[in-house]
């Protein structure tokens, strides 16, 4: 059986890295008493994958991994298991039974995430609101995205889905995963560079709000949530 488990990952959790999040949640199943299956050959380890890993200092309340049971144990137990295992910062959410195939695991048919981001340091001039929808109606949005070897010119506009103004904070919707990724903070830099904010004067906060595959068909984007794709497991 595989299952998807959704959590949470706030406070001073934030700065731990990828790496070191797949192996508390190792442990975790130990502790948490969870049946869950090792793979074969010479060395086993547990059979874990996780859908889009977070940047540091980014907290979020959707993040996932997946993966296969020896034998089954019910949502409910399972949450609270783990719940109970879990560390300040830390929180599972659901635990839910997934198709079988290899071609839905979350790192597979991620398509998208959504934030909501804020200036932490600095500020944005008192009309940042009234310019937001501006923002969007530009041909093309434009950012220097740098690499190791070199630096070039990118349109990061049809990697917005959504950009909009939520109370003192901005809302976005973006392509997550292996076939585009757009990270928040490029886009919340494009907005203070349209802004005529200087880079070196802002920093964001960002905070994950959810992922998403894409089960539309023939180039129609329809988003759903990788939670929504699971089933409940009964006791």
């Known amino acids: ?3 998807r488990v959704k959590f949470r990952k706030n406070g001073a959790m934030r700065f731990i890295g990828h790496l070191d999040v797949m192996r508390y949640f190792q442990k975790a199943m130990i502790r948490a008493d969870i049946p869950i299956a090792f793979s074969e050959g010479f060395s086993p380890h547990q059979i874990m994958s ?3 890993p977070l940047g540091i200092g980014v907290t979020s309340d959707g993040e996932y991994f997946d993966i296969e049971l020896a ?3 019910s949502s409910k137990k399972a949450v609270k298991q783990l719940n109970d295992a879990m560390v300040e910062g830390m929180e599972v959410v659901s635990f839910l039974q997934i198709a079988e195939e290899k071609k839905k695991t979350g790192m597979a048919i991620v398509a998208g995430a959504d934030y909501l981001s804020s200036v932490t340091r600095g500020s944005f001039p008192e009309n940042w609101k009234e310019q937001a929808e501006a923002f969007m109606e530009q041909d093309q949005i434009l950012i220097v995205k740098k690499t190791k070897r070199s630096e070039k010119e990118v349109d990061i506009k049809p990697m917005i ?3 909009e103004v939520r109370e003192e904070s901005l809302y976005l919707q973006v392509a997550t995963g292996s076939v585009e990724n757009l990270k928040p903070g490029l886009v919340m830099q494009a907005f203070a560079n349209f802004l005529g904010v ?3 004067s802002t920093a ?3 905070h994950r709000l959810d992922l998403y595959a894409d089960i539309g068909e023939e180039g129609e984007r329809n988003l759903v949530t990788l939670e929504s794709l699971g089933q409940v ?3």
């Open 198 to 200: 200087p880079e070196e």
């Open 1 to 3: 059986m595989k299952v």
């Open 161 to 163: 889905y959504r950009f």
């Open 50 to 52: 996780f859908a889009n």
């Open 233 to 235: 497991i009964e006791e």
């Open 71 to 73: 034998r089954p144990i």
């Open 204 to 206: 964001f906060a960002n």
